[in-house]
């Protein structure tokens, strides 16, 4: 019982970090209707930004906070710049833009920082008062951290003006530029905050994992299927697809087929959630008149 305790724990810590990587994707395709591939690379990139401000001598919450400010001004110039002239593209011309992105990030994180893995600190220390019986310090640290920019980004979007236009230029494009927003702008800012969210989970990741410049593949992969388990038109819906996939990778994992076979789990639930309800467990079913 303990043993199986112990897997359910570890697989909630897991997913609010697989349920941080969904919110990320989320947030764009609300806004464009559009997977961003990228989303692992562009995490991982801005988690090689703080790994070498540590080893220049920064203090980690000065890289941290440092690095989610980047990520936020990079995700909002990337689509100022590149992916702002192909708002009304073929979906095809995007989907290639995105595995461009995905490709080049990639490549300059193998380039700039190379491709040996390196330890990334973390900022629990592993005697920590916060570790308890089932959780370590760093996975009780890394859940608090991505608790606050979740409830953070909640009241964000509930009530601040800025928030609402976002929600507004989302939901209905057209309407909100006849009531005066710049629906362009505010799909910037959902790159940015997209971008951000992402640094904070690959920043908390990358003790566990490593870091290289693959690191987030696997993490992008568990992400996807948990923002189409929870439906991929909401936000909620999307962390809890999160906490759903890490306890069910655990379990699985543990009991049914082994740790070598774990990223399966995901491929599954994307297959079985795409074929029986791809509209997700909390996510709106779209009717067309025609």
Not at 147 to 160: C, I, P, W
Request: no cysteine; net charge positive; charged share 10%.
């Amino acid at each position: 019982m303990e043993a199986l305790l112990f897997q359910i724990f570890s697989g909630l810590a897991n997913g609010i970090i697989y349920g941080s990587v969904a919110l990320a994707l989320v947030m764009i395709y609300q806004a464009t209707h559009h997977i961003n591939f990228a989303q692992g690379e562009m995490a991982t990139f801005s988690t090689f930004i703080a790994w070498w401000l540590i080893q220049t001598g920064w203090p980690y919450w000065a890289a941290f906070f440092f690095t989610v400010a980047v990520s936020f001004a990079g995700g909002l110039l990337l689509q100022r710049i590149i992916l702002r002239p192909i708002e009304k593209a073929p979906v095809m011309t995007n989907v290639i833009v995105f595995i461009g992105l995905l490709l080049i990030f990639n490549a300059l994180s193998g380039w700039i920082f190379d491709h040996t893995i390196k330890s990334f600190e973390s900022p629990f220390p592993k005697d920590s008062v916060l570790a308890t019986k089932y959780f370590s310090a760093h996975q009780l640290g890394s859940a608090g951290v991505l608790l606050v920019v979740l409830v953070g980004l909640f009241a964000f979007f509930k009530f601040t003006p800025v928030g609402l236009a976002m929600r507004a230029a989302a939901q209905n494009p057209d309407s909100a530029r006849l009531v005066g927003i710049r629906v362009s702008w505010m799909l910037g800012l959902g790159w940015g905050l997209a971008a951000a969210i992402g640094a904070v989970a690959g920043m908390m990741v990358a003790p566990i994992v490593f870091l290289d410049p693959n690191m987030m593949a696997g993490i992008l992969l568990y992400g996807f299927a948990a923002a189409l388990l929870g439906g991929i038109d909401n936000p909620l819906g999307a962390v809890i697809g999160g906490f759903i996939v890490g306890v069910l990778e655990n379990l699985l994992g543990a009991y049914v087929i082994g740790t070598e076979l774990k990223l399966t789990v995901a491929l599954v639930l994307i297959v079985a959630t795409l074929t029986l309800k791809p509209a997700g467990l909390f996510g709106k079913k779209v009717v067309v008149r025609v």
